[in-house]
């Protein structure tokens, strides 16, 4: 009776039964060790009925292999119908405990337990399915058996009632699904979105099969596919159980569409012309055929893909061939490549970044542990609800990404295995999470490119700091011309020796602006680590007071209008040259905008913590807009500001954090902007007072700062009349001394709408204008006095070198003049302007 061999538990279908059991055998298991490994409570929550629902599955899927061996023969129709009411009561309860299983994932959602109706619901439908299934005859009465595969069953009176059973319990599943997706995340409604697909794949394999078919029609020859098909469910659950990131429905028809095309046109034509003529021979015919299928699958596959991507995306490529084909791109313009790839993933305009780590907040790189990490919010929102354990420290950096708008945060490693680069993106434009193929993709090609990225920030820095050098030098050389034309005059003056030692004593003075200039600029651009650098103690008063005396001012004016700490003196650990490129930094940038804002000032105060002491420097002159204000630290930002590398903030911020500190930024646009400084507070050290070089806590810096400073110089006025436009003192005071020398009346101006205002109250001849200036730059400057006094010339007097510059020169002004000017060049310009086309104005030439 049971001579069988193995041969009869291994017919086709029995075997695709027995590869699905495995297959869920081991998702239950890679489960249960996920959950096992984060420490998740299982009792009492949604994971408890997924397991039972999962066990449930296996049974099922096992009695349903029976039917289709020979133990269906030999155990004959009493084993028949006990195996088929097994597969009853295995099926019911799968679909039971998927139930159960929403109504407790509803519950956790809405933060309670589950409802008393839907416990009753599940207990009496449970207790009514054992009732009819262990009574005899109930449910099924007899099992006729010609062969395996090749059975009837014969069903009692309440299988109708059992089948309406199941159905109420997969409408409640579906009700309980999408009651979740209301007032949800997107995240939730991902996840939400996949279950229901995979429920709608099993309640409508069952219901076409084991009821339409085997109940009303009869026929018991598909069977075996529901169970095989459950696989989809209870994959599809899983799934969106334990992980955040789901693919995109459009990808997962491509790859699905493609798939099966590939296969039905290998096993189609293959089946048809092989089939005849292989029996009893298969697996020699076998071995060449998948011999064929391994070396033209690739080839076929990616034809396929093509016209598949034509009907699911409308395009040749998918969104993903498309990231990844940005390679090429990244190698000719990172920043082309940078905007395409925003309209790819539709993200807003400038809210797709690629950024230094050494400027963008290492507090990022603290969760990013390899390059296949990745911070999404909306992972983290539902991280929070779910981890007890550290999650103090992922809610503040959910906080931090929320507050700036962030939405995914990637890591670009170096060649040292460190983060060299981050790409931050805000939402998408719809507000669509990212994709796994997406993310997938750009981890994919931001590997590819990260030596391009390396390499681009080198060649940058060379042309930030060579742009940077020439154009911060004009001011010093500048003054160094001044000074050479004053000395000759004192000269031919016959001053005395006294008055000609101090105007050499400015020169030198000029000259070591530059050098330091210089030197804050290699400081900027240079890729040492300034944690390398040797530190000592001193007080924040008599650090700051070294500082200030060892800047370069222009003038005594500008120093006067630094205000020192006078109070809360704080010991700090750090390196004095260090920290004078900081305060270098932000007293240029400050400086910068004196001209155009007379009112503007420095004040430097502090305040001491517990934890932290602070010191602040706040200036009272443009201010920064609150929607850039983030981005000030990064490399090569910079704002309302020409000629600059881009790179002095993102300096000062490395370095502070070497100190074991940090520089953070508040501004209000139009008022002041602040620069709060926090330095670690240093244990065991002596008092402040100690470190103290003098006690006027700054007077005596600021006596000799005085003396490093250039004396303004008075000039006589005649006419004509020339208007000088610049936003540097010494450019115009250079101008101005040499059209002295021509005879020509001088009005100056230090920004472009000045410029206007000078221009509409006084006769003007002749414009002098820089191009590059705070609150109205000299092209716009030249449009708005050509529709004033069409009449007047403007001539540029500026460095810029650059083709749209030098275009718009052409465009807009009469002439141009390279900056710093000379005599003769000033003397081409009056004679070409005033005196040929103005001959009555003045024959003092």
């Known amino acids: 009776m049971f001579d069988f061999?193995?041969?009869?538990?291994?017919?086709?279908?029995?075997?695709?039964?027995?590869?699905?059991?495995?297959?869920?055998?081991?998702?239950?298991?890679?489960?249960?060790?996920?959950?096992?490994?984060?420490?998740?409570?299982?009792?009492?929550?949604?994971?408890?009925?997924?397991i039972?629902?999962?066990?449930?599955?296996?049974?099922?899927?096992?009695?349903?292999?029976?039917?289709?061996?020979?133990?269906?023969?030999?155990?004959?129709?009493?084993?028949?119908?006990?195996?088929?009411?097994l597969a009853n009561l295995a099926s019911f309860f799968s679909f039971a405990f998927a139930y159960y299983f929403s109504c407790q994932l509803l519950a956790e959602q809405k933060n309670r337990g589950t409802k008393?109706?839907?416990?009753?619901?599940?207990?009496?439908?449970?207790?009514?399915?054992?009732?009819?299934?262990?009574?005899p005859d109930l449910t099924v009465e007899n099992v006729s058996i010609q062969g395996p595969s090749e059975f009837v069953i014969e069903f009692g009176s309440q299988t109708a009632y059992f089948f309406n059973s199941i159905l109420i319990l997969i409408t409640l599943t579906l009700i309980n699904l999408a009651r979740m997706r209301v007032n949800s995340s997107k995240l939730t409604l991902a996840k939400s979105n996949y279950m229901i697909a995979g429920i709608l794949v099993f309640m409508l394999s069952t219901t076409a099969i084991h009821l339409g078919m085997t109940y009303f029609l009869g026929d018991f020859s598909l069977t075996w596919l529901p169970p095989a098909l459950s696989i989809s469910e209870m994959l599809f659950f899983g799934y969106a159980l334990l992980t955040s990131r789901f693919y995109s429905a459009k990808y997962l028809a491509y790859i699905a569409v493609t798939t099966l095309l590939v296969c039905g046109i290998f096993v189609l034509p293959l089946g048809a012309v092989l089939m005849p003529i292989t029996e009893g021979n298969q697996w020699l015919i076998s071995i060449p055929i998948c011999a064929l299928i391994g070396v033209t699958w690739h080839w076929l596959y990616r034809r396929v893909s093509r016209l598949v991507s034509y009907f699911v995306y409308f395009k040749k490529q998918t969104p993903v061939q498309q990231i990844l084909a940005l390679e090429e791109d990244f190698k000719r313009s990172i920043d082309d490549a940078m905007e395409k790839l925003g309209v790819l993933l539709d993200i807003p305009k400038d809210k797709l970044q690629l950024v230094n780590s050494h400027c963008s907040e290492t507090f990022y790189e603290d969760y990013l542990h390899s390059d296949k990490s990745v911070l999404l919010l909306d992972e983290l929102s539902e991280e929070i609800k779910y981890t007890s354990a550290n999650s103090s420290t992922l809610r503040k950096l959910y906080n931090k990404m929320r507050s700036s708008d962030t939405a995914l945060v990637m890591p670009i490693y170096g060649h040292?295995?460190?983060?060299?680069?981050?790409?931050?993106?805000?939402?998408?434009?719809?507000?669509?999470?990212?994709?796994?193929?997406?993310?997938?993709?750009?981890?994919?090609?931001?590997?590819?490119?990260?030596?391009?990225?390396?390499?681009?920030?080198?060649?940058?820095?060379?042309?930030?700091?060579?742009?940077?050098?020439?154009?911060?030098?004009?001011?010093?050389?500048?003054?160094?011309?001044?000074?050479?034309?004053?000395?000759?005059?004192?000269?031919?003056?016959?001053?005395?020796?006294?008055?000609?030692?101090?105007?050499?004593?400015?020169?030198?003075?000029?000259?070591?602006?530059?050098?330091?200039?210089?030197?804050?600029?290699?400081?900027?651009?240079?890729d040492t680590s300034p944690e390398q650098e040797p530190q000592v103690a001193t007080s924040i008063h008599n650090a700051v007071n070294q500082a200030i005396t060892r800047y370069g001012f222009e003038n005594e004016k500008s120093l006067d209008r630094v205000k020192l700490p006078q109070q809360d003196d704080f010991v700090v650990m750090l390196n004095e040259t260090l920290f004078n490129f900081v305060i270098f930094n932000l007293i240029r940038n400050a400086v910068y905008y004196f001209d155009s804002y007379p009112a503007s000032q420095i004040e430097m105060s502090t305040q001491t913590g517990p934890y932290e002491n602070v010191l602040i420097f706040r200036d009272t002159g443009p201010g920064i807009d609150n929607t850039i204000v983030h981005k000030i630290f990064d490399d090569f930002f910079s704002y309302q500001k020409s000629g600059g590398s881009g790179l002095g903030l993102s300096y000062c911020q490395r370095v502070m954090r070497s100190f074991g500190g940090r520089i953070e930024c508040h501004s209000v646009k139009g008022e002041f902007t602040e620069f709060y400084l926090y330095f670690p507070v240093v244990p065991n050290s002596p008092k402040a007072e100690t470190f103290r070089v003098n006690s006027e806590h700054g007077s005596s810096a600021k006596d000799?700062?005085?003396?490093?400073?250039?004396?303004?110089?008075?000039?006589?006025?005649?006419?004509?009349?020339?208007?000088?436009?610049?936003?540097?003192?010494?450019?115009?005071?250079?101008?101005?001394?040499?059209?002295?020398?021509?005879?020509?009346?001088?009005?100056?101006?230090?920004?472009?709408?000045?410029?206007?205002?000078?221009?509409?109250?006084?006769?003007?001849?002749?414009?002098?204008?820089?191009?590059?200036?705070?609150?109205?730059?000299?092209?716009?400057?030249?449009?708005?006095?050509?529709?004033?006094?069409?009449?007047?010339?403007v001539i540029a007097l500026s460095g810029e070198s650059g083709d749209l510059e030098l275009a718009q020169?052409?465009?807009?002004?009469?002439?141009?003049?390279?900056?710093?000017?000379?005599?003769?060049?000033?003397?081409?310009?009056?004679?070409?302007?005033?005196?040929q086309n103005q001959p009555t104005e003045s024959n003092s030439l």
């Open 416 to 526: 040292s295995r460190s983060v060299s680069h981050l790409l931050i993106s805000s939402h998408k434009r719809n507000q669509k999470l990212f994709s796994n193929e997406e993310i997938s993709a750009l981890q994919t090609l931001l590997t590819r490119v990260q030596s391009t990225i390396e390499a681009d920030r080198k060649v940058r820095q060379s042309r930030a700091l060579a742009h940077s050098i020439a154009h911060e030098m004009r001011n010093p050389l500048t003054q160094v011309q001044l000074q050479f034309e004053v000395l000759t005059q004192h000269i031919e003056s016959q001053f005395p020796p006294e008055t000609l030692k101090g105007d050499i004593n400015k020169g030198q003075a000029a000259i070591q602006r530059g050098r330091q200039l210089i030197d804050i600029i290699l400081r900027e651009v240079s």
């Open 704 to 793: 000799e700062a005085k003396s490093n400073v250039m004396k303004e110089l008075k000039v006589g006025e005649h006419a004509p009349t020339v208007l000088i436009v610049d936003d540097k003192e010494v450019q115009r005071t250079l101008v101005q001394l040499y059209l002295k020398q021509l005879g020509v009346q001088c009005l100056q101006a230090n920004n472009g709408a000045n410029a206007i205002e000078m221009i509409q109250s006084h006769k003007v001849d002749l414009v002098l204008m820089d191009v590059q200036m705070p609150v109205m730059n000299g092209f716009d400057a030249s449009q708005r006095i050509k529709a004033i006094s069409p009449s007047v010339k």
């Open 116 to 135: 008393r109706w839907q416990q009753l619901i599940f207990v009496l439908l449970s207790g009514y399915s054992l009732f009819i299934n262990l009574r």
């Open 52 to 85: 039972a629902y999962s066990a449930c599955i296996i049974i099922w899927i096992g009695s349903n292999a029976y039917f289709h061996t020979d133990l269906l023969v030999n155990f004959g129709s009493e084993g028949g119908v006990f195996m088929a009411k």
């Open 5 to 50: 061999g193995l041969a009869g538990l291994l017919y086709p279908k029995a075997i695709t039964l027995y590869v699905t059991i495995a297959a869920v055998l081991l998702w239950q298991l890679y489960y249960c060790y996920r959950l096992k490994s984060r420490s998740e409570r299982v009792l009492g929550t949604h994971h408890a009925p997924y």
């Open 809 to 835: 020169i052409s465009k807009l002004m009469d002439g141009r003049l390279n900056k710093p000017t000379t005599l003769n060049a000033l003397r081409e310009v009056i004679q070409t302007w005033l005196i």
